[in-house]
């Protein structure tokens, strides 16, 4: 028998969206926030860069539209764009109200604003290369005194609570389906929970594990993704994965950013042979957007054969390159490389899902009583391609606009007819998997084959492996599932394979070349018949995962 547990909000996830959107809700109702690990276990954390706002006189919000707009590449919303770039400097001044210190100019006005691929002016906030971890300071601060808001650790959504409900006609479609809360695995206590809420918010990040070399943390398992789409939620541009062009490239330390802020005060990247090579491969040189930069080290590490290229600024001084880059100097040296005086082996890795789960202009998503906000969402923003550092600024101004509409969308919830009660999770005659090694191999089988088969530049021929690899795999996580008692990994190795299906899927169903997503087979934009988000829908593609 599973405990049940009731709150006006659940939301999963304790990154920069989870943290702003609990806040500000937790003004008009009772939150819970869970998080599969600790508090500070997420990407928001790891952010080096910043916020892309317009903070300075120099500056122009129809300025960030076009760069944003251009390297959407076609697909990012004029008015979502429009949306967020207007509403932004107000939240990031709110940041700073809450206690967030950015870096400021010696006048103590103005910002120290960076400089990042894709932008046509200095617009990115910061507070120095910590950023995010800044901004996960005040936020888990504020959230945990806050009498309105119960924050739990180790606690991981397995699925979204379903009820349909009937039409005036009794018929019962995905339309008329609703969210009444997740099903919760207690890493502590090993039990299935049920937490019933009137409004889910998913926060969970992106899916950056699902490839073998990656920026993210171990968290980034895709679990919202793989949830909503279960669930019947819409979900859409899944093939436009970022790769971050400059990844620390060493043994002993996984995942550490280069940021771009790095070129954007003047790095350049270099090949094997020390030369300069970007300019070969696009007009904005280092400073192009990240697409180009990616798929550029792509080509020339596959033209010498070498595992890495290079990232060089000892042509700046060393005191502001440790004043500047205090964390990216200090790790960089405790793993042997002193940027001021060497160039940084860097390699591209997966770092951000520009797809996500369909949310309107506050957040809803296609399935009533479920939101999706930040990495987890597909607003509209980021289109092919997002701009740099305007992933904090989304979160922030979604998670806003969330909480101003949760007062409206918790009474239309209260208004409809109760769903009854909720099935205990059933575990079945299960047992426990004592085989690790099955959920370990598969992991690392789907990473492997995502980074070799689905990477920066892809093929039909690539696809379809990948496609009839994971249909095998797929069947055998499912038996897995459901023969063996739940365990973390299996939760996360199932979403792990589900969104890694949706990505193959909607890649394979884009037969152009745009922003992120670069086959050999269409290598050209086709704008008459793919000028279009790739929406993906449980039902309509009648899929069993
Ligand atoms: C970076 O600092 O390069 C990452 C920032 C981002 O992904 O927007």
């Known amino acids: 028998m599973s405990t049940e547990y009731y709150s006006d909000i659940l939301v999963i996830g304790s990154g920069v969206s989870g943290l702003s959107l609990a806040l500000k809700a937790a003004e008009h109702a009772k939150v819970t926030l869970i998080t599969k690990k600790g508090k500070v276990d997420t990407a928001t954390n790891l952010a080096q860069g910043g916020i892309a706002a317009v903070l300075s006189v120099e500056d122009s919000v129809e300025d960030h539209i076009r760069d944003t707009l251009i390297s959407g590449d076609g697909l990012s919303k004029e008015d979502v764009t429009r949306i967020v770039t207007t509403e932004g400097p107000a ?204 798929r550029g080290i792509d080509a020339e590490m596959k033209k010498s054969g070498s595992d890495c290229v290079f990232l060089d600024i000892t042509h700046k001084p060393a005191d502001f390159i440790q ?50 906000l930040g990495e987890t969402s597909c607003t509209g923003l980021h289109g092919a391609n997002r701009l740099a550092s305007n992933s904090l600024l989304e979160a922030v101004v979604y998670a806003h606009r969330a909480a101003q509409k949760m007062p409206e969308i918790l009474a239309d919830i209260r208004s409809l007819p109760d769903c009854g009660p909720i099935q205990s999770w059933k575990t079945g005659g299960a047992a426990t998997l004592e085989e690790g090694i099955l959920v370990n191999h598969n992991w690392d089988g789907i990473r492997r084959l995502m980074w070799d088969y689905v990477g920066i530049v892809r093929s039909t021929k690539r696809l379809q492996l990948m496609r009839e690899r994971l249909d095998w795999l797929l069947k055998e996580i499912k038996s897995h599932f459901y023969d063996y008692l739940l365990t973390p990994d299996l939760v996360e190795l199932r979403n792990l394979a589900v969104v890694a299906e949706l990505i193959v899927h909607s890649a394979s169903w884009r037969k152009e070349s745009r922003g992120l997503h670069y086959t050999l087979d269409y290598p050209n934009k086709d704008d008459a018949n793919f000028l279009k988000d790739t929406v993906l829908d449980k039902a309509e593609r009648r899929s069993a995962l």
């Not at 200090?330 to 369909?358: L, N, Q, S, W």
Request: hydrophobic share 40%; proline share 4%.
């Open 91 to 294: 939240r990031v001044r709110e940041l700073m109200d809450f206690g967030v210190r950015f870096q400021m100019q010696s006048n103590g006005k103005d910002f120290d604003l960076g400089m990042e691929g894709g932008h046509s002016a200095r617009r990115v906030a910061h507070a120095s290369d910590l950023t995010g971890k800044e901004i996960e300071r005040v936020l888990l601060e504020q959230t945990a005194v806050h009498p309105n808001i119960e924050i739990l650790e180790n606690h991981l959504a397995v699925d979204l609570l379903i009820a349909s409900r009937a039409d005036s006609s009794g018929a019962t479609t995905a339309q008329n389906d609703r969210c009444l809360g997740a099903y919760v695995l207690n890493r502590e206590s090993g039990r299935v929970e049920i937490r019933r809420a009137l409004v889910t918010v998913l926060c969970t990040g992106g899916c950056g594990k699902v490839y073998l070399y990656t920026t993210n943390p171990d968290i980034a398992t895709g679990d919202g993704v793989a949830m909503a789409y279960r669930a019947g939620a819409k979900v859409a541009n899944l093939e436009f994965i970022q790769f971050h062009p400059t990844c620390f490239y060493n043994p002993h330390i996984k995942n550490f950013l280069i940021s771009e802020a790095v070129r954007g005060e003047g790095a350049i990247l270099l090949n094997q042979a020390g030369q300069p090579f970007m300019k070969q491969y696009d007009p904005r040189g280092d400073l192009a957007t990240r697409d180009a930069v990616a």
């Open 323 to 372: 004043k500047r880059f205090p964390n990216i100097y200090e790790t960089c040296k405790r793993y042997g490389v002193d940027i001021t005086k060497e160039p940084i082996p860097v390699v591209p890795a997966a770092h951000y899902m520009c797809g996500g789960v369909v949310v309107d202009h506050w957040g809803q998503s296609s399935l009533a009583g479920l939101m999706a």
